[in-house]
Structures are given as C-alpha cells and as structure tokens.
C-alpha cells in the first residue's frame, strides 16, 4: 500500500508489527484480543458481516493495516469483491475524498491476494 511492498509483503510486516506488540505489552494487547472476541461475539451479526463492517471504519480512518488485515480475514470467513466492493462504497460516501483513495487501495490489495 504505501510501502512499496506488494500486499502480501505488507500483510506479513503487520503481523510481525502485532507479534512484537505483544511481545512488548502483553497485557494491552492480551486487553485488545479480549474486546475483539467480545466485539465478535456480542452482536447479532455474522462474521462475514462484522468483517465488512471493521473494512469500511479501515477505509473511513485510512489505516493500511487494518485494510489489509480485514480484506484477509474477510476472504477467511468467505467474503467476495463484490462484498467488499459495496462496503467500499458506504465507506466512501461516509469518508469523503481520503475514503475514496483507499477503498481504491482496499481493491488493489484484494486483486493482488486473491487474484481472479
């Protein structure tokens, strides 16, 4: 994204960044895992659908990362482009111009991890 790695490259440096978060504060980020699985868990929503809500607030805020890590665990739990094509588009109607550069960012990683 905005390394010039390719989207796998850049994927695999956000999950070391997390390893060695945990690593220095396992406390906090053993904290973070719990809201997570509380998050997840709490709600009437499906996998795939908190997924798609967790990929939109990534565009919305323009964290590469997150973008990155949700598009992985989107397609994990059986999401498809065209899921991910029509959160892009409420992230960009709530976002402004900066949701528009990366929802194009978002497709860019989803084409080049899981190509057609």
Not at 91 to 104: C, D, E, L, R, T
Request: with cysteine; proline share 4%; charged share 20%.
């Amino acid at each position: 994204m905005s390394d010039p790695s390719s989207p796998a490259e850049a994927l695999k440096a956000t999950r070391n960044r997390g390893r060695t978060l945990a690593k220095a504060l396992p406390d906090t980020m053993t904290g973070f895992a719990q809201v997570t699985k509380a998050a997840k868990s709490g709600t009437t929503l499906s996998t795939r659908e908190a997924e798609l809500v967790a990929l939109g607030i990534a565009v919305a805020m323009c964290c590469e990362d997150c973008i990155l890590f949700h598009i992985e665990a989107l397609n994990r739990v059986g999401g498809t482009r065209e899921d991910l094509a029509g959160t892009l588009a409420m992230a960009i109607q709530m976002g402004g111009g900066p949701a528009v550069m990366y929802a194009g960012r978002a497709l860019e990683a989803w084409d080049a991890l899981y190509p057609a």
